[in-house]
């Protein structure tokens, strides 16, 4: 994520701070808090384990109970800390885990929401996201920040001496903020110097009660194209473990997939498994250990699971064989990559052994018999792309480049011009099947003719399924041009409509100190938002579809005010509406 350098200097006036009656008061909940804070909110830290290479203090002061652990497989990404349930209530005291200073503060409308990062000795930043406020005077630092950039979202570095905290600081509230089910603290460790994810169960396996083993649910096995075959057909097999003790045949060069969950005491949550390890014949032929994830990592998931399971079915299962082009860490083969060969007709002795970050394990054994039958050789469909070049994709008035490194191994596309020279752009169908890209591909759209003068009026929309949406653009001469991370049927549209900005429960703004709008635009999307009342820009926040005033305490109680609300799309159209109340 782009960082932006803190602008202000200790001992130097914060732009934009409030005189003292015009700060934002926090909850009830944080003034009886704030009761117990001296100076930054110090609290005693009562009885705590002492801090070594292998333990922190706990960020709470009840006991831990998980709902995510680390590596769990997620959408594009892994899990890349560990989630602790909050007893479903926000607000909930943040304890720094060890000595260290703020470093950063992130402010989102997704993702995180608000999040504070600790920098501690020894090489280790923690970050406590989805929280609902900062600590007093990071509150202050933040809020004076948005102020004086009349912004909602901020990323900021902050120097060391700033902001210093010791091992069980109050350093902000629990929340629900950002991409957050429920309420709960996302808490990571992550390598100071390279941002690399870092499993912190480790650290806090002494406040955590696990003796329940994983279990798998399904199995699969997976001929490699034209070159095996299983149960007489050269397509994969999917079966539950319950069928695992049924004999399936295979012959030639093959690889198998697993999904499975892991439990722990006390909660009816499941997890993501810390180690799979696959053995053919006692020798292991794959293992995967989830402890650490590079940020660059994460989106190689997609290779690491059956994708076009996931996006089909939903089903989880985790290859047993590393993609040639899927270079991720955690994963650890062999020459033969987890492929095995069947060439032999006897019975070859599979054994997943699946263990938690406890040391709970629990085996599955399974046969797979060689039985010779003819492979089909492999004949595609249409053009294939190959995971180790750089591709590049033409057709009449597109061009399509997929960088090398943005597949994990060879894929087909098929590809087709619809359209007739009426259309602003012809409409180009990009069918990779489901196949995941790792990254951005630059895409090249020929405009035919320009129906509108304003050029910032232009982009490109992407069908996909049932839905669509904007992938945005910019026009160069007789071009349009924008980044893709999916393939799917791609034309050019103009978006000249404004957003709809509708106010909600306007009679009750005066009393109910709740200011609300429904924003939508159906074309480009919100591309940004400000509320101004009686001239003055007060913060506000967008989630889903509402935008709501955060800071009532800058709009004074009894008197009659003006409010305007600017609301701005992808193309740069723009509404703006005034109310009185």
Avoid at 67 to 80: I, Q
Avoid at 135 to 161: I, K, S, W
Avoid at 268 to 280: A, C, E, F, I, Q
Wanted: one cysteine or more; a positive charge; aromatic letters at 10%.
């Amino acid at each position: 994520m782009k960082q932006k350098k803190c602008i202000y200097n200790k001992g130097k006036e914060r732009p934009g701070k409030r005189p003292a009656a015009g700060r934002r008061k926090w909850t009830a909940l944080s003034l009886w808090l704030l009761s117990a804070v001296v100076a930054w909110g110090v609290l005693p830290a009562g009885e705590l384990p002492v801090a070594d290479s292998l333990v922190f203090s706990p960020p709470f002061r009840f006991p831990m109970l998980l709902s995510a652990n680390f590596g769990e497989l997620r959408p594009d990404h892994f899990h890349n800390g560990i989630d602790i349930k909050t007893e479903g209530v926000v607000g909930k005291p943040i304890y720094s885990i060890a000595d260290g200073y703020v470093s950063r503060v992130l402010v989102q409308h997704g993702g995180y929401g608000q999040a504070v990062c600790i920098t501690h000795p020894g090489g280790l930043t923690s970050l406590y996201g989805h929280i609902v406020a900062f600590a007093p005077q990071v509150q202050d630092f933040v809020r004076a920040y948005q102020y004086a950039n009349e912004t909602f979202t901020c990323d900021l570095t902050l120097e060391p001496d700033r902001f210093p905290v010791k091992r069980g600081d109050l350093i902000a509230l629990s929340g629900n903020e950002g991409a957050s089910a429920g309420p709960h603290l996302h808490l990571e460790l992550r390598r100071t110097g390279t941002g690399d994810f870092v499993n912190p169960f480790p650290y806090f396996r002494h406040l955590l009660k696990d003796t329940r083993p994983p279990e798998a649910q399904w199995v699969g096995f997976y001929p490699v194209r034209g070159r095996g075959v299983v149960d007489g057909a050269p397509s994969r097999r999917i079966v539950p473990v319950s069928e695992l003790q049924r004999t399936h045949t295979a012959w030639g060069d093959i690889y198998t997939a697993i999904s499975a969950k892991d439990f722990m005491d006390g909660t009816s949550n499941h997890y993501g498994v810390h180690t799979v390890r696959l053995t053919v014949d006692g020798r292991e032929v794959f293992r995967s250990t989830t402890d650490e994830v590079a940020p660059a990592e994460n989106r190689r998931i997609n290779g690491f699971i059956d994708y076009e399971e996931y996006a089909c079915r939903r089903r989880l299962l985790m290859r047993s064989a590393q993609l040639p082009g899927n270079r991720l860490r955690l994963v650890g083969v062999g020459e033969d990559r987890g492929v095995v060969t069947i060439d032999q007709e006897r019975d070859y002795a599979f054994c997943y052994e699946l263990t938690d970050e406890s040391g709970n394990v629990r085996t599955y054994r399974f046969t797979v018999r060689g039985e010779a039958q003819p492979v089909p050789a492999y004949v595609p469909k249409g053009r294939v792309l190959r995971w180790n070049r750089t591709n590049v994709v033409q057709e009449p008035g597109l061009e399509l480049e997929v960088p090398r490194g943005q597949l994990y191994d060879d894929a087909e596309l098929r590809t087709a011009v619809r359209g007739d020279t009426a259309g602003i752009s012809f409409e180009y169908v990009l069918d990779l099947g489901h196949t995941p890209l790792h990254g951005y591909c630059p895409l090249s759209i020929g405009i035919r003719h320009f129906p509108v003068a304003d050029k910032s009026k232009y982009y490109i929309v992407q069908k996909s399924g049932k839905g669509s949406g904007s992938v945005g653009g910019q026009v160069d001469g007789g071009w349009i041009k924008a980044r893709v991370r999916s393939l799917g049927t791609f034309s050019v549209a103009v978006d000249t409509v404004p957003p709809v900005v509708e106010p909600v429960g306007q009679p009750s703004w005066r009393h109910r100190g709740d200011i609300r709008f429904k924003v939508r635009d159906t074309q480009t999307g919100i591309q940004s938002y400000k509320v101004y009342v009686d001239g003055q820009f007060v913060l506000s926040a967008r989630k889903g579809g509402t935008l709501r005033v955060v800071d009532m305490d800058r709009i004074r109680k009894g008197v009659p005010h003006e409010l305007e609300v600017v609301v701005t799309d992808g193309c740069g159209n723009e509404t703006r509406r005034r109310f009185t109340f």
